[in-house]
């Protein structure tokens, strides 16, 4: 089982739809966790970073956690072409130094 | 402020050419970590930083594979006789610290390394 696990994709959606992409890991210990997003031949950027229960809204961007299912998510709402990219959820372990685990990450793609 | 620059952005190596890889960290980050991203995949972790002190490096997939940090700012990565499957893109990223919860440990990457070995 991978540590980090998110459907690859591709997540097609029209212009102005909610996009939710998904998120599951391994390590029932882990407290913080990142969403960046990824351009074609781009590096990560971090759009999201969310560390207890429940959502949290930036814009148009939602994240929601959800521990005791091991369980991330990231909606886009009134989702726009230029949204289009990779999305990565990453997962970083409790305590001190803790190491940061990348998913395959999920490919959104936003039709006009 | 700047953000996180390598070099080379790009490299062809013929197999078994050694390279290295530059990482200029945003000033006064902390930590320091290199990935490895293959095609259509996430970032795999190589090797952390905090630093000049090299406190993980789990990742290096093998001995042909060195980093270093001497002077806790910048960061070279190694490749000795480099193979076809070390190409990728390299990614550096700094953190102002590695611990704790809050923004402090947002990871910055750089452009990345993109290594073609042939």
């Known amino acids: 089982q991978k540590e980090v696990e998110q459907n690859s994709g591709p997540l097609s959606v029209p212009e102005g739809a909610i996009a939710s992409l998904n998120c599951t890991y391994s390590?029932?210990?882990?407290?913080?966790f990142f969403w960046y997003r990824q351009y074609s031949g781009k590096s990560p950027e971090l759009i999201m970073s969310?560390?207890?229960?429940g959502d949290k809204e930036d814009g148009r961007f939602t994240a929601q956690l959800n521990k005791a299912s091991q369980y991330v998510s990231l909606l886009i709402r009134d989702s726009q072409p230029s949204d289009s990219a990779t999305y990565l959820c990453?997962?970083?372990?409790?305590?001190?130094?803790?190491?940061?685990?990348f998913g395959t990450g999920t490919k959104l793609q936003v039709i006009p | 402020g700047a953000g996180v620059s390598q070099s080379p952005r790009y490299k062809v190596a013929k197999r078994g050419q050694d390279v290295a890889l530059r990482c200029d960290p945003i000033?006064?980050?902390?930590?320091l970590f290199w990935y490895q991203q293959a095609l259509g995949q996430g970032p795999e972790f190589l090797t952390y930083?905090?630093?000049?002190?090299?406190?993980?490096k789990s990742g290096l997939p093998s001995d042909r594979f060195f980093a270093e940090r001497p002077e806790g700012s910048v960061s070279t990565l190694k490749i000795q006789r480099t193979q076809q499957e070390d190409s990728a893109v390299y990614l550096c990223?700094?953190?102002?610290?590695?611990?704790?919860?809050?923004?402090?440990?947002?990871?910055?990457f750089g452009p990345g390394t993109r290594l073609l070995v042939l």
């Open positions: 990223a700094s953190s102002w610290t590695s611990g704790g919860a809050g923004g402090q440990e947002t990871q910055y």
């Open positions: 390590d029932r210990g882990s407290q913080s």
């Open positions: 969310i560390y207890s229960n």
């Open positions: 990453a997962v970083k372990g409790s305590g001190g130094y803790q190491k940061v685990t």
């Open positions: 000033s006064g980050h902390v930590s």
């Open positions: 930083f905090q630093n000049e002190a090299q406190l993980d």
